[in-house]
């Protein structure tokens, strides 16, 4: 969001007349390292406070053919402000990278949140808080004309109050996007049934369908592995994987092999295991949004708002949802900031990153 302590203070660098770059960050530790490059905690020199910085380099890039991913996700990060998506605060090239200042989400990924579990699972109202997040996040997205293309545990990172943000945008697609407004009236007559909804349906998705294959494999929807053409629909797919996966431990459809996965993602029927209980209202969202046909995929004819509207959420302020209180969880988030920062350097003290 661009109304904090760290968007303030990088605007302050900004106000002296200087451009922000290497030299005004103070290495901390390496966060981790992808096929492009690497991200580093880094604080802003003097100010005690601390960025990610995605560093991708740049003859990696060109050798792998994958400039436009990077210009890409730099346009898309430009785009955001949202309390559950990364604010970009700087961008900058170096002679080898480009660098990317983004929040610093000291909770971690979920990904390892869900490992510390009791049964690597969480109970079911943590699930419909950080979904309900998830969906918000990916709603405003699409409001955007951006599908994510790339949703799972390792993407969802946690800020220290225990809120989410979205990571890793080097996937996602930019597309156009029309708003529209529904009447209950309009929707009556599509469905020829019925419906007791009085208020006005804002709904707005990605237009243009893409043929390109991107994605994580568990997580990857039908007509991406079949080539068929796919829009927004597939974030709502990885929406349904990723809520079986917070209720029971493991992805619906992996297979010993990556063929193997994709022939269980294409042919094989869900299965809900009665060893763990998870409600009905909880199994019929997950079903429908593994929905095959993207057509008849939940959220693929009215957004996210189909999806708020399932019973599994029922109880959820929508209006309210970044203020919302996250849930006590049997092995509690841990704040990886605090316990893992070196003594401070003097000011202007630099270490090579690269």
Known sequence: MKDTASWRAI????????????????????????????????????????????????????????????????????MLDHPFLPTLYASFQTKTHICLIVDYCAGGELFMLLDRQPMKVLKEDAVRFYAAEVVTALEYLHCQGIIYRDLKPENI?????????????DLSCLTSCRPQVFLPHDIDKKKKRRKSRSNPIFFAEPMRASNSFVGTEE???PEIITGAGH???????ALGILLYEMLYGYTPFR????????????????????????????????YRLLHRDPANRLGSYEGAMEIKQHPFFRGINWALVRAATPPELEAPLQDTLEATLPPPAADGAHTDMF
């Open 157 to 169: 990172l946690l800020h220290r109050d225990g809120h989410i943000s979205l990571t890793d945008f």
């Open 231 to 237: 829009t927004s629909a597939v974030d709502w797919w």
């Open 219 to 221: 997580y990857i929807a």
């Open 255 to 286: 297979g010993k092999t990556r063929q193997r996965t994709f022939a269980n993602i294409l042919h094989k029927d869900i299965r809900f295991p009665a060893s763990i209980q998870v409600s009905l209202a909880a199994r019929q969202l997950i």
């Open 11 to 78: 605007q302050k660098v900004l106000e002296n007349g200087e451009s922000i770059d290497l030299k005004h960050f103070r290495p901390v530790r390496p966060l981790g390292s992808g096929d492009t490059g690497s991200v580093h905690l880094v604080e802003l020199l003097g100010t005690g406070e601390y960025f990610a910085m995605k560093a991708m380099d740049k003859s990696v890039m060109l050798n792998r053919n994958k400039v436009h991913r990077a210009t890409a996700e730099r346009q898309i990060l430009d």
